[in-house]
């Protein structure tokens, strides 16, 4: 495991998604990209819930990101201490031992795979946006007169509410 540095960790987070896309976690990384990008887009239709959005995201991506690297150095620790002390279950007889997925006491670390159907669907949505906003101007002024940066913002929230609840239902 490559070890990473908290204070770089910090200072990439400063821009959104970069210190998760550092950590490893490339998808947790271009969604807040995404996040921040899609507030900064519609922080023009002088709307309030943008901006404010926007600084939640902002403060949320770097305390996770910081919570992460500490997480990531956690498990170093214990991976080494399991390894080398001779309380552990790989000293001194198997230097080199992995242990499978799922190992009493072995701390795994969780990947992400970025499904490229979503984004495919993000990438096809952003550009159908930003041909709204630059080829039809005039749509765009009655879509930004009828809230709708509020209105999609409102169901990107259902829509991922829903999408957490389902995935985590105990039911």
């Not at 807040?32 to 239709?45: K, L």
Request: net charge positive; glycine share 10%.
């Amino acid at each position: 495991m490559i070890k990473k540095r908290r204070w770089l960790t910090f200072f990439l987070a400063m821009i959104p998604g970069v210190g998760h896309m550092y950590l490893g976690y490339k998808k947790k990384g271009l969604e807040f990209m995404a996040g921040a990008s899609i507030c900064i887009i519609f922080i023009s239709s002088s709307s309030p819930e943008f901006s404010f959005a926007l600084a939640a995201l902002w403060f949320y991506q770097l305390f996770d990101a910081l919570q992460k690297v500490n997480w990531m150095k956690m498990v170093h620790a214990e991976h080494e201490r399991m390894m080398y002390q001779p309380d552990g279950y790989g000293a001194p007889w198997s230097m080199g031992f992995t242990p499978p997925p799922g190992y009493p006491g072995y701390p795994v670390l969780p990947e992400e795979d970025i499904n490229p159907v979503w984004m495919g669907i993000g990438c096809v949505a952003a550009g159908v946006l930003l041909m709204v906003i630059t080829v039809f101007p005039w749509l765009w002024r009655i879509l930004s007169d009828m809230n709708i940066g509020s209105i999609l913002l409102a169901l990107g929230l259902i829509g991922y509410g829903y999408m957490m609840l389902k995935k985590n239902s105990r039911v």
